[in-house]
Structures are given as structure tokens and as C-alpha cells.
């Protein structure tokens, strides 16, 4: 996708570099691009060229294709702020089962099987999920604790990184990043790889850092954007997808009677 190679090169410490960060930074204040060829290129503290170069190396014939690119994918990547949840859809739901459905019928169930016996093996288990991603990784924590896997707890992002010294290949990291591009998330999967311990990311279906360097992904599909200050419907996916991963999981006769037994609700305490 166009914004992700544009975000990538607004890293750069170019002149390619500036004018990425002209577009990112049109596009958080417009929601668009707005900006003709003149406007960016002053912006960028460059020439009209150097613009009509940089539209180039992205793989676009001139910059009208580019303005079209980036708007289409910024109604995906960033919120709109006219773009207010319809009546109909706050009182029945409908936007929310739509993408919970989007998301479990589009799952992969060989990759689905694959995952689920992995989690199953697994001697660890660290999970990272930071800021409105904290709801599914503890309710993951939860559940993978009841049925015995030894889950490393990890509050924030340094002790889940202080996990990996103690994994290895035996083990798994489980990371949660609906965008796929948080620097915290990023460098607990890179590290992770770097020690040779498996990736499952579950994140958005979008082109992303995380997706790249994970062993396995599971993507949740929403209308959520990419990059947002809060979640509505993603989370909602995300949870049910665990949920069905978890039924999965349990299939492979790991929860024992007595385990089970355990669970009940017992209102004699005497016993």
C-alpha cells in the first residue's frame, strides 16, 4: 500500500524523507491530501521535480495518481471525523457483527490448526499488547492459565522484552497490534525473531511491519482505521477470534477432569 511505503520513508533523514512527512502530517490535520504539486513541494523544502521524483519511486506515473492513492487508503487508515456511526448502526449493532462475521469467515483453518497445536506445545508463553489491546491479553493470560500453560506475565513492554531472555525456540510470543506498526509491539516481535521464538501476531488486515516479521498471523477485519485513538469494532472481532482459537485449543484433549471439576461453582465451602 501507498501510505505504508510513504510512513516507511518519513524515517528517512532525506529529502524524500521531508516530503513523506509533508503528506503524514496533511493527512492527520485533512484526513487527506489536499495539497497540490506547488503546495507539497514548498511544504518539503524542495522542487517540483524532486516531488515528481519521489511520486515515481513509489511506483505512480504522476502526482494526481498519488493524491487519489492516498485519499482512497486514508478513509482505511485514519479516522474521519465527519464520519459519525449511523443511528441505525449504534442501536442494533449491525457494524459490529458485520466485522466479528468478516473476521471469522475469513479465517484460514489449516493455519488455524496449526496455530492451535503450536500454542499447544508451547513450553512459554509471552504475550505484549499494549494500551486498548490490554483487554484481549489478559483475557488470553486468563484462559491459557486455566488450562496449565505457563504464561510469562508481562505489564508493560520492558518486562515482555525481559521474558524473551528467559524462551526459546520451544516457546511462543503472542503479540497484539491491531495497526502492526507500534514501535513498543515492533521491537518485542523483532526481538522475539532475533532469539528464535515464534510469532503469532494478531493484528488488522493491513500491510504492516508485524506481518512481516511474524511466524504466524491472525488478522481481524474491521472498519476501524488503521490509526485511531480508540477501537470499537476491532477489539470486539479480536476477541471472538480468540475465542474460537481457544475452542480449538481445547480440543486436543489438554483440559484434565480434575481441571475441569475445579471450574465448578460450589456453594458448600465445607467441602
Not at 493527512?27 to 515515481?56: D, W, Y
Not at 477470534?241 to 481441571?259: Q, S
Request: proline letters at 2%; aromatic letters at 8%; hydrophobic letters at 40%.
Amino acid at each position: 500500500m501507498i501510505l505504508e511505503k510513504i510512513n516507511k520513508i518519513s524515517k528517512e533523514k532525506n529529502i524524500n524523507g521531508n516530503i513523506a512527512q509533508a503528506i503524514l502530517c496533511e493527512i492527520s490535520k485533512q484526513n487527506g491530501l489536499n495539497l497540490n504539486i506547488v503546495e507539497l513541494a514548498e511544504k518539503s523544502g524542495c522542487s517540483q521535480p524532486t516531488v515528481t521524483r519521489f511520486v515515481r519511486t513509489l511506483g505512480l506515473e504522476n502526482f494526481k495518481k498519488l493524491v487519489k492513492a492516498v485519499n482512497f487508503e486514508s478513509l482505511k487508515f485514519f479516522p474521519d471525523n465527519d464520519n459519525t456511526p449511523h443511528e441505525k448502526e449504534i442501536m442494533d449493532g449491525s457494524d459490529i457483527l458485520s466485522d466479528v462475521r468478516t473476521t471469522l469467515e475469513n479465517i484460514d483453518h489449516e493455519l488455524f490448526e496449526q496455530i492451535a497445536l503450536k500454542i499447544v506445545k508451547a513450553k512459554k508463553i509471552n504475550i505484549a499488547g499494549m494500551g486498548g489491546n490490554e483487554t484481549l491479553k489478559v483475557e488470553i493470560e486468563h484462559k491459557l492459565s486455566q488450562i496449565g500453560k505457563h504464561v510469562l506475565i508481562g505489564k508493560d513492554w520492558h518486562q515482555q522484552l525481559i521474558n524473551l531472555h528467559f524462551m526459546s525456540k520451544d516457546d511462543l510470543t503472542i503479540i497484539i497490534s491491531y495497526s502492526g506498526d507500534k514501535f513498543e509491539t515492533l521491537k518485542v516481535a523483532q526481538e522475539s525473531i532475533s532469539k528464535k521464538v515464534p510469532v503469532l501476531a494478531i493484528t488488522g488486515n493491513f500491510d504492516s511491519q508485524l506481518r512481516q516479521v511474524a511466524t504466524y498471523s491472525l488478522l481481524v477485519y474491521s472498519n476501524d482505521p488503521k490509526y485511531r485513538t480508540f477501537s470499537i469494532t476491532s477489539k470486539v472481532a479480536a476477541l471472538a477470534l480468540w475465542d474460537l482459537l481457544f475452542k480449538k485449543i481445547i480440543t486436543h484433549d489438554i483440559l484434565k477432569p480434575d481441571v475441569a471439576e475445579a471450574w465448578r461453582w460450589e456453594t458448600d465451602i465445607s467441602k
